[in-house]
């Protein structure tokens, strides 16, 4: 079993780009090369700026080559709660922008000719308890009437349409949902940035920001400094002592992935015959699909714990439990990768945009950024350009983690609670 992601080992890296000499100078500087920043570096570049786009690692390597590789509609809390705490115009709004952030997906991989799989296979959520199933009802109405979404149920009766599990209580099908393969999606946009003539400078720590004018910094790296009139942030559940004052809004949370050897064609049919990506209504959710070569990922929060090997490693043992209690027939099936990666999650589950210090960010895409990050590189370049730009977070209030000032010590107490929640909800 290899405990690194399956993304980034099925993917052809866009080069070496750890050993570009630094610029002395850049229109915009962008830290983090994960999908918010390889997004935010091609947009600004399309617009003939000139971009330095650095990273601690390499490109691809946080949650952007970590995650499920699943792009989907709606926000990371229920549009009913969306409702209740924004009305249903702004709550409307807002669900509606994941639909736009899809396109935005779809269509950087046409423009840019991104061989990534990406693929509109629709979107299964999963009721793990009948009154679960009863809330679908309720939620599918709201979202018809006031977001104008059309999703479509399926009962236990026909369970088996949609997958091959004893798990279930039924199912929302939403088709604009969407799989794709992440690393070569990562790997894609940077091969583009850097033909736009983006300068990619991998294990480039940023260590600290001299500010200069409303946007303009002094960016000092482990390598050099950069002088840089505008600087965007884009370092989601990686977020550290660069910024203070975003890190104590940010809570890193770990979620960790398994993935099986490739499965025959036949069992492939009888797990997910539509080949959606799927998760279900835990609170410590379970989340799955088939790769592009047949394999089953499953994914889940696990433990509430950093991910580091040892940490990936025990996590791949209890997801491979869970695996083999939702799909009874993979019991004999091997593991082929294992890891774990962070999830920036912020206090109302809301991705939050806008600058702070003369520095720009957008973050706290709470497990829903493969395809809200690369939609906010877009607006984010809109925004630094001056241009009227649609972002949907602008109002929002961003609220520190009460008690949250370095690494998360609150790990442990929240695992305990969110368990407590799915055994009484
Ligand atoms: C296990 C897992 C499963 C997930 N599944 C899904 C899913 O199926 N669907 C979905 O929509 N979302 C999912 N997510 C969330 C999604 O992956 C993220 O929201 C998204 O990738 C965030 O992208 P990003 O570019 O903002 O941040 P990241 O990809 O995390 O990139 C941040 C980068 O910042 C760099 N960095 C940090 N500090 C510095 C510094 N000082 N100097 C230079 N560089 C620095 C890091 O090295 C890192 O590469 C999942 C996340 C995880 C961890």
């Known amino acids: 079993m290899k405990l690194l992601p399956y993304w980034l080992d099925t993917a052809k890296s866009a080069g070496d780009f750890r050993r570009n000499e630094l610029p002395a100078r850049a229109d915009v500087v962008v830290v983090g090369a994960g999908l918010t920043g390889l997004s935010t570096a091609l947009h600004l570049s399309r617009r003939g700026a000139q971009v330095a786009l650095l990273d601690a690692h390499t490109v691809g390597w946080g949650a952007s080559g970590r995650n499920g590789g699943m792009a989907t509609t709606g926000l990371a809390i229920s549009f009913a709660t969306g409702v209740k705490r924004y009305g249903s115009g702004p709550a409307a709004a807002m669900f509606r922008s994941y639909n736009d952030a899809i396109d935005t997906l779809e269509e950087l991989v046409e423009t840019e000719g991104i061989d990534c799989s990406f693929e509109r296979t629709g979107k299964l959520t999963l009721a793990v308890k009948p009154s679960h199933y009863r809330d679908f009802e309720k939620s599918a109405a709201l979202m018809r009437e006031l977001a104008g979404q059309e999703v479509h149920l399926v009962p236990r009766s026909r369970i088996r349409d949609e997958i091959g599990s004893p798990y279930y209580h039924g199912a929302m099908v939403d088709p604009l949902g969407a799989a794709v393969h992440v690393g070569r999606l990562a790997a894609g946009l940077a091969a583009s940035a850097a033909?736009?003539?983006?300068?990619?400078?991998?294990?480039?720590?940023?260590?600290?920001?001299?500010?200069?004018?409303?946007?303009?910094?002094?960016?000092?790296?482990?390598?050099?400094?950069?002088?840089?009139?505008?600087?965007?942030?884009?370092?989601?559940?990686?977020?550290?002592?660069?910024?203070?004052?975003?890190?104590?809004?940010?809570?890193?949370?770990?979620?960790?992935?398994?993935?099986?050897?490739?499965?025959?064609?036949?069992?492939?049919?009888?797990?997910?015959?539509?080949?959606?990506?799927?998760?279900?209504?835990?609170?410590?959710?379970?989340?799955?699909?088939?790769?592009?070569?047949?394999?089953?990922?499953?994914?889940?929060?696990?433990?509430?714990?950093?991910?580091?090997?040892?940490?990936d490693r025990k996590s791949g043992r209890i997801l491979r439990r869970a695996m083999v209690e939702v799909f009874p027939q993979l019991a004999d099936i091997r593991i082929d990768y294992c890891w774990g990666g962070l999830v920036d999650m912020s206090l109302d589950q809301m991705v939050h945009a806008g600058q702070r210090d003369g520095l720009f960010y957008s973050l706290g895409y709470s497990g829903h950024g493969v395809q809200m990050a690369t939609h906010m590189g877009k607006v984010l370049a809109q925004v630094l350009a001056g241009e009227p730009a649609a972002n949907p977070w602008r109002d929002l209030k961003f609220r520190a983690i009460p008690g949250h000032f370095g690494p998360p010590w609150f790990l442990p107490p929240a695992g305990v609670f969110f368990k407590f929640l799915d055994r009484i909800s």
Do not use: M
């Open 195 to 311: 033909a736009n003539g983006v300068s990619i400078h991998e294990e480039c720590r940023v260590v600290g920001f001299t500010r200069r004018g409303t946007h303009a910094h002094d960016v000092r790296t482990e390598l050099g400094t950069i002088r840089a009139e505008q600087v965007v942030v884009g370092t989601s559940g990686y977020t550290g002592g660069l910024t203070p004052w975003l890190r104590r809004r940010i809570v890193p949370i770990g979620s960790f992935i398994v993935v099986t050897e490739p499965l025959a064609k036949s069992v492939v049919e009888e797990l997910l015959p539509n080949r959606r990506v799927a998760s279900d209504t835990k609170h410590l959710t379970y989340y799955f699909r088939i790769t592009p070569d047949d394999r089953l990922l499953f994914g889940g929060r696990a433990r509430f714990a950093l991910s580091n090997q040892d940490s």
